[in-house]
């Protein structure tokens, strides 16, 4: 009972926790109803033209150079440091031709040559983004099917209601922010999905065991009792995560600004989700020990002389 009295009564608060998160998800919800995701060059097609410089390139530099000659473009590393990638909208077969003579203008000591020109048409932007959205439909389907035999279907529904929340929550905060959203984001957002379910798991897991320890304890008590016990794991590998995010989003540039961003919100939002939607579901599910129990087969006994 030492465990008992020491722990944290998470479940107290879950019905203002639901209520905060009911609003934010109106929130994102209408945030990606009004605005939309504001889609990058790799769902709405453009012009991408790849640079090769004789010494290291500045990235910040170029792109204000282009900036400044009314070209709005995404600058990008390239493999080396002397290789850029520029992504820009526009089909023009002499883009490239202009914004190496725009950037010779500007600075005629940098020596550098156009190495190739590809247009991307609207319609294979428009099949990365559905192909995207199908991955994450099928990830949560997956997910949902490996709880149900993993533990029980309860489990499952709770999952990826979660995981539905975290997704809402990061889309809803890049819609209203207006950032754009690519293929590194899009990576961000899947990988999200997958650091918020390993986080559900835990929990999960450790409520599982503790209806063999706690036997005279309720749902609630028990799933106070494991977020406690997994606590500090769950604080320890949120917080060194985030560290390492803030620190790409800040020394990263502009090529991974997005990416962590996206990320760490998804961090945030799924440590919270895990005990707060997740944990949660259970309890309106009622979930109960006989719920983890395998049924008994029965044999038909014979009865005939």
Same mark, same amino acid.
């Given at each position: 009972?030492?465990?008992?009295?020491?722990? @944290?009564?998470?479940?107290?608060?879950?019905?203002?926790?639901?209520? @905060?998160?009911?609003?934010?998800?109106? @929130?994102?919800?209408?945030?990606?109803?009004?605005?939309? $995701?504001?889609?990058? $060059?790799?769902?709405?097609?453009?012009?991408?033209?790849?640079?090769?410089?004789?010494?290291?390139?500045?990235?910040?530099?170029? %792109?204000?150079?282009?900036?400044?000659?009314?070209?709005?473009?995404?600058?990008?590393?390239?493999?080396?440091?002397?290789?850029?990638?520029?992504?820009?909208?526009?089909?023009?077969?002499? &883009?490239?031709? %202009?914004?190496?003579?725009?950037?010779?203008? *500007?600075?005629?000591?940098?020596?550098?040559?156009?190495?190739?020109?590809?247009?991307?048409?609207?319609?294979?932007?428009?099949?990365?983004?559905?192909?995207? +959205?199908?991955?994450?439909?099928?990830?949560?389907?997956? *997910?949902?099917?490996?709880?149900?035999?993993?533990?029980?279907? #309860?489990?499952?529904?709770?999952?990826?209601?979660?995981?539905?929340?975290?997704?809402?929550?990061?889309?809803?905060?890049?819609?209203?922010?207006?950032?754009?959203?690519?293929?590194?984001?899009?990576?961000?957002?899947?990988?999200?999905?997958?650091?918020? &379910?390993?986080?559900?798991?835990?929990?999960?897991?450790?409520?599982?065991?503790?209806?063999?320890?706690?036997? #005279?304890?309720?749902? *609630?008590?028990? *799933?106070?009792?494991?977020?406690?016990?997994?606590?500090?794991?769950?604080?320890?590998?949120?917080?060194?995560?985030?560290?390492?995010?803030?620190? &790409? &989003?800040?020394?990263?540039?502009?090529?991974?600004?997005?990416?962590?961003?996206?990320?760490?919100? +998804?961090?945030?939002?799924?440590?919270?989700?895990?005990?707060?939607?997740?944990?949660?579901?259970?309890?309106?599910? #009622?979930?109960?020990?006989?719920?983890? @129990?395998?049924?008994?087969?029965?044999?038909?006994?014979?009865?005939?002389?």
């Amino acid at each position: 009972m030492a465990i008992i009295k020491s722990t @944290i009564r998470f479940m107290a608060i879950r019905n203002v926790a639901f209520a @905060i998160t009911l609003v934010l998800s109106v @929130i994102g919800l209408g945030a990606l109803f009004a605005k939309g $995701l504001n889609f990058g $060059l790799d769902f709405t097609g453009g012009t991408l033209i790849e640079l090769k410089y004789e010494q290291a390139a500045d990235l910040e530099l170029i %792109k204000r150079e282009l900036g400044q000659s009314g070209y709005e473009a995404v600058v990008q590393s390239f493999g080396a440091t002397t290789d850029v990638l520029v992504r820009m909208a526009g089909d023009d077969p002499q &883009l490239g031709t %202009k914004v190496a003579e725009a950037l010779r203008k *500007i600075d005629p000591d940098t020596r550098f040559e156009v190495k190739r020109v590809e247009f991307v048409g609207p319609q294979v932007g428009e099949e990365l983004r559905d192909q995207g +959205g199908l991955a994450a439909l099928l990830a949560l389907g997956g *997910i949902m099917l490996y709880l149900a035999f993993r533990f029980q279907w #309860k489990f499952g529904v709770g999952a990826v209601a979660s995981l539905a929340h975290d997704t809402i929550i990061t889309l809803g905060i890049l819609a209203f922010f207006e950032i754009p959203f690519d293929l590194t984001v899009l990576a961000a957002v899947l990988a999200m999905i997958g650091y918020s &379910l390993n986080d559900t798991i835990i929990i999960y897991d450790r409520i599982r065991e503790n209806f063999r320890v706690l036997r #005279k304890a309720d749902l *609630i008590e028990n *799933i106070d009792v494991s977020v406690t016990q997994t606590l500090l794991r769950t604080m320890a590998t949120s917080f060194s995560t985030a560290l390492a995010l803030i620190a &790409l &989003l800040v020394f990263g540039g502009d090529t991974l600004a997005n990416f962590a961003l996206a990320l760490l919100v +998804g961090v945030v939002v799924g440590t919270y989700s895990s005990v707060y939607i997740g944990a949660t579901v259970l309890i309106w599910l #009622k979930l109960r020990v006989e719920d983890l @129990i395998p049924p008994v087969a029965t044999e038909e006994v014979d009865e005939l002389p």
